[in-house]
């Protein structure tokens, strides 16, 4: 069985400073993961993905994700925030075998100030 | 089409109605599933489609929960005696083939009320 811990539930930084979003792990496979990104009244955008090409992902936007398996993490990251990056964050772990059965962690909310 | 369109966006019913939710994935996309995005929190997955049949619809939360995709294309999920506890968004996604892992394509989703 997989789980996501997502460490955060509201994340607030300035304009122009960086962003961290945390995201902890459980699976009994070899994970994918993901970063989805959720806009008011807007459906689910994938940000990033991991499958075990490369440990540093980089994704749209501007964001990365780096996957360290003997922390079980999978933050993201990017350098300066922008306003239009204030949104609702969703750390995803697919099912090892099959991948279909995505598990969300509970989100977390990232607001940006001017 | 160019996303996957949900209808209603949004739908108000009365404790006890029944309702359906439609799902147009994208035009060609073998798989689709659907999820339910409860007041704070993320989604829950609750049923996914290969084609015609459900693979696995474990995530349904009991028998008052049904979906169908009859034509392999076009997903209703169905809500008999809806209860409070109902509300949410209900999302859907599709994908061009099977378990795949590199993500989905979501819908905005249906907002479900019950009074």
């Known amino acids: 069985a997989q789980s996501v811990t997502q460490l955060d539930s509201h994340v607030s930084v300035s304009e122009g400073t960086p962003v961290l979003l945390r995201c902890n792990y459980s699976s009994s496979y070899s994970p994918s993961l993901f970063w989805y990104v959720q806009h008011p009244n807007k459906g689910l955008q994938l940000l990033l993905k991991y499958t075990s090409a490369a440990t540093l992902v980089k994704g749209i936007n501007g964001f990365e994700a780096e996957f360290k398996k003997s922390e079980t993490s999978f933050h993201l990251t990017k350098p300066s925030a922008h306003m239009s990056d204030a949104a609702e964050y969703f750390c995803?772990?697919?099912?090892?075998?099959?991948?279909?059965?995505?598990?969300f962690g509970k989100g977390t909310l990232l607001t940006v100030n001017p | 089409g160019a996303g996957v369109s949900q209808t209603p966006s949004n739908k108000v019913t009365e404790k006890g109605k029944y309702v359906e939710l439609r799902c147009d994935p994208i035009?060609?996309?073998?798989?689709l599933y659907w999820y339910r995005q409860s007041l704070g929190q993320g989604p829950e997955f609750l049923i996914y489609f290969q084609g015609t049949g459900a693979a696995d619809d474990s995530g349904l939360p009991n028998d008052r929960f049904f979906a169908v995709r009859p034509e392999g294309s076009v997903s209703t999920l169905k809500i008999q005696r809806t209860e409070r506890g109902d509300s949410a968004v209900y999302l859907c996604a599709s994908s061009l083939e099977g378990p795949s892992n590199y993500g989905y394509t979501f819908g905005s989703g249906t907002r479900l009320t019950v009074v």
């Open positions: 035009s060609g996309h073998t798989a």
């Open positions: 995803v772990v697919g099912s090892g075998g099959s991948n279909y059965k995505l598990t």
